[in-house]
């Protein structure tokens, strides 16, 4: 995530510096950070997450990125964690660090890779929502897409869904609305923010 670049002293030293947790002390040697890249724990068999580590980036490359995912399972490893799946959104540089990982996502069916501890298999998943969001402002920029049967994938679909929902009194959980589908004109058309 994108984080405000600042630096400041938080009593004993200063903050804001890119950070990788590796016992290096924040200098003005090193650049500002303006993003977070943040590793959630999430339960499988119950509900609740936690956060484990975070790092403070300028920006990393697809090997680095891999580099921190592996240490962060060797690291939850030491202390008894077990990790099954690892998720994340299907931005091109996630794409790319599962290479890093041992797993081509363009033509795996099934892509695991191994714990860098226990080697066993650790499953890869695309996170369902952004793929969605993904996938939904494809489709509003151009308007139909086709389906693996060349069957049509109409926007308009969406629109007579937000018809619906609104002479129906019910909303469904796709939580899309009106707001999603129109701009200011008038006309029917995805935006960039909000979600369905």
């Given at each position: 995530?994108?984080?405000?670049?600042?630096?400041?002293?938080?009593?004993?030293?200063?903050?804001?510096?890119?950070?990788?947790?590796?016992?290096?002390?924040?200098?003005?040697?090193?650049?500002?950070?303006k993003?977070?890249?943040?590793?959630?724990?999430?339960?499988?068999?119950?509900?609740?997450?936690?956060?484990?580590?975070?790092?403070?980036?300028?920006?990393?490359?697809?090997?680095?990125?891999?580099?921190?995912?592996?240490?962060?399972?060797?690291?939850?490893?030491?202390?008894?964690?077990?990790?099954?799946?690892?998720?994340?959104?299907?931005?091109?540089?996630?794409?790319?660090?599962?290479?890093?990982?041992?797993?081509?996502?363009?033509?795996?069916?099934?892509?695991?890779?191994?714990?860098?501890?226990?080697?066993?298999?650790?499953?890869?998943?695309?996170?369902?929502?952004?793929?969605?969001?993904?996938?939904?402002?494809?489709?509003?920029?151009?308007?139909?897409?086709?389906?693996?049967?060349?069957?049509?994938?109409?926007?308009?679909?969406?629109?007579?869904?937000?018809?619906?929902?609104?002479?129906?009194?019910?909303?469904?959980?796709?939580?899309i609305?009106?707001r999603?589908?129109?701009?200011?004109?008038?006309?029917?058309?995805?935006?960039?923010?909000?979600?369905?």
């Amino acid at each position: 995530m994108c984080i405000r670049e600042d630096v400041h002293f938080n009593g004993s030293r200063l903050q804001g510096y890119i950070n990788f947790g590796q016992g290096s002390e924040d200098s003005d040697s090193l650049p500002m950070a303006k993003e977070a890249l943040v590793f959630l724990v999430v339960a499988l068999n119950s509900n609740w997450k936690v956060p484990v580590g975070y790092f403070l980036t300028n920006s990393l490359t697809a090997q680095e990125k891999a580099n921190l995912v592996t240490t962060c399972l060797q690291n939850l490893n030491d202390v008894g964690v077990i990790i099954k799946t690892l998720t994340f959104d299907g931005a091109a540089s996630n794409i790319s660090m599962a290479k890093y990982l041992g797993v081509d996502l363009s033509s795996n069916l099934e892509p695991t890779f191994q714990h860098p501890s226990t080697l066993e298999n650790v499953h890869i998943y695309l996170d369902a929502a952004h793929m969605l969001k993904l996938v939904r402002n494809t489709l509003g920029d151009w308007r139909v897409l086709k389906n693996q049967s060349n069957g049509l994938i109409n926007w308009k679909l969406f629109i007579n869904l937000v018809d619906l929902q609104e002479n129906g009194g019910l909303h469904l959980a796709t939580k899309i609305r009106r707001r999603h589908v129109m701009n200011h004109s008038g006309v029917f058309r995805i935006l960039s923010r909000g979600g369905i």
